[in-house]
């Protein structure tokens, strides 16, 4: 399939093409892909696509947007978070996504960051030379009847909450721009959740796959919002971890390796 008939397009007309090539590989319908663009999540001009010579529909394409990451040996830098790699079924198998990535990163000056949705993905992008760069693990709260308080109740955005998030994570994080914060709330409410807060810490709650997710916290206690919520169920919280103890969670691709490693990484999209 690889030939010089293929051509590489920064950028989609129409993002319905990308929110139906998305439905079948990635489980969810196309009410719930077509609102990732409309919360801002995605954004059909930075939408890398691969096209056959007779082909008006993508072979293969994904997602890239850009983000500021802080390192703590290099301060701020530019680079990009790559999401959403999918290649249509009857194409599958032909090497299309390794050679779309492989083209992007060689035209890419600053390093890409992705969040591998299943752990066998981690040997697809090894391959690739990216390398994972943060972990997780999680906490398990089983239901409560007591004990942990009860004011915990959700909220809407405001700038006072997004202020408080940049500055909970200001010592290391990829920075989300306010536009995806807003975004993450929306996904969040679209799964029976949203943000919550007890007034003094914050969290993302969702229902997904039969699980209540907790992520993201960030405030006074990163444990509070959970505890309070596994009154009505087991809930579930994703932390950071040390290489080697937990799962991991993101990797990334630069030219010098290693050099990204002391970043961690939290993250709204992907989260299983």
Not at 16 to 30: A, C, L, N, Q
Not at 62 to 71: L, R
Not at 135 to 148: I, M
């Amino acid at each position: 399939m690889l030939s010089s008939d293929l051509r590489i397009s920064y950028g989609l007309a129409d993002e319905k093409i990308f929110s139906r090539m998305m439905v079948e590989p990635f489980g969810d319908d196309f009410i719930y892909m077509s609102k990732l663009f409309e919360w801002g999540y995605i954004d059909k001009k930075n939408i890398v696509a691969l096209f056959g010579e007779n082909e008006l529909l993508p072979l293969s394409a994904f997602c890239v947007f850009p983000v500021h990451v802080k390192s703590l040996r290099r301060g701020f830098v530019d680079a990009s978070v790559m999401s959403y790699v999918v290649t249509r079924k009857e194409f599958r198998g032909n090497g299309l996504s390794s050679f779309l990535i492989s083209s992007f990163l060689k035209s890419s000056n600053n390093p890409v960051f992705l969040f591998p949705s299943e752990l066998s993905l981690f040997d697809f992008y090894s391959a690739l030379e990216f390398y994972p760069c943060s972990f997780s693990e999680y906490k398990v709260f089983e239901s409560q009847n007591r004990y942990f308080r009860d004011k915990v109740k959700k909220i809407e955005f405001s700038s006072e909450v997004y202020d408080k998030y940049l500055l909970s994570k200001a010592d290391n994080e990829v920075y989300k721009d306010e536009k995806l914060f807003k975004a993450a709330i929306k996904e969040k409410e679209y799964f029976g959740g949203g943000l919550f807060s007890d007034g003094d810490s914050y969290a993302f709650f969702s229902q997904e796959n039969g699980k209540r997710i907790v992520s993201e916290p960030f405030g006074y206690d990163l444990l509070s919002v959970a505890k309070s919520l596994s009154r009505e169920g087991r809930t579930y919280l994703t932390l950071p971890a040390n290489p080697g103890r937990g799962r991991p969670l993101a990797m990334v691709y630069s030219a010098n390796r290693g050099e990204y490693s002391d970043v961690f990484i939290d993250n709204f999209l992907n989260f299983n």
